[in-house]
Structure formats: structure tokens, C-alpha cells
């Protein structure tokens, strides 16, 4: 059974919260591009920003250089090599961190308003 229940909306602006799950969207018919999804809560919304899943270092400087590496080293994670970085691990790393975003209202091409996150860091 399903009741009909009010669309929540987010403000938006800054927000602090808590990262709740990552999920891995691997690629399929519907998805040509492998993302981890780093899912929040926000005042009862849940929110998702998509990171593509490639962990890419510059070879001289050992630096970051994908977005999925930089989120993760923004979190304090020493980039291994010869680690697997899979849903499990990336949720162990990252479950539970305080996060601060940025969301700014979209409207989809159906009319719909949506909360749309243009920035994430640790809080």
C-alpha cells in the first residue's frame, strides 16, 4: 500500500550533515558512466552527488587528480595504489563524516523542483 504524502523540500544554501551510504552505480544500459553515489540527509531529504569511480594520481606529484581521489584525500585518505576501492571500503571510509554542502533549487524539465548539491566538503 502507498498513501500520497507532501513533497519535502530543501532550502537552499549551506547545510551541515552527516554522509548516511555510498552506493556504487556501475555501468548499464540506462548508465553509460560508472559513479559512487555519497548519499546525505537534509532536513528528511535524502540527497546524492554522483563522484565518477576513477581514483587518477598526477604521476610526478602524486597529487589527486580525479574528483572521486580528491574527495577522498579531502577526507583524509592517503591514496594506496595497491587498494581496491570498492563500495565497502569507500563506506567505511566515509559513513558517518560531517559534511558541509551547498544546494541550489532546480527546476527538471518536467516542472519539478529539485535540490541540486554544488558543493561538498568536509564540515
Given at each position: 500500500?502507498?498513501?500520497?504524502?507532501?513533497?519535502?523540500?530543501?532550502?537552499?544554501?549551506?547545510?551541515?550533515?552527516?554522509?548516511?551510504?555510498?552506493?556504487?552505480?556501475?555501468?548499464?544500459?540506462?548508465?553509460?558512466?560508472?559513479?559512487?553515489?555519497?548519499?546525505?540527509?537534509?532536513?528528511?531529504?535524502?540527497?546524492?552527488?554522483?563522484?565518477?569511480?576513477?581514483?587518477?594520481?598526477?604521476?610526478?606529484?602524486?597529487?589527486?587528480?580525479s574528483k572521486l581521489a580528491k574527495f577522498l584525500t579531502d577526507f583524509g585518505e592517503k591514496i594506496d595504489k595497491e587498494k581496491d576501492y570498492t563500495e565497502e571500503v569507500i563506506n567505511k571510509l566515509l559513513v558517518g563524516k560531517e559534511v558541509q554542502i551547498m544546494t541550489e533549487n532546480k527546476q527538471s524539465d518536467s516542472g519539478a523542483t529539485f535540490a541540486n548539491i554544488v558543493s561538498f566538503k568536509p564540515a
Open positions: 500500500m502507498v498513501k500520497p504524502e507532501v513533497a519535502k523540500k530543501v532550502a537552499e544554501g549551506v547545510h551541515k550533515t552527516k554522509i548516511t551510504k555510498i552506493e556504487e552505480r556501475p555501468i548499464t544500459e540506462k548508465n553509460k558512466y560508472h559513479y559512487f553515489d555519497v548519499w546525505v540527509n537534509v532536513d528528511g531529504v535524502d540527497l546524492k552527488h554522483g563522484l565518477p569511480a576513477n581514483i587518477t594520481m598526477d604521476p610526478t606529484t602524486d597529487e589527486p587528480v
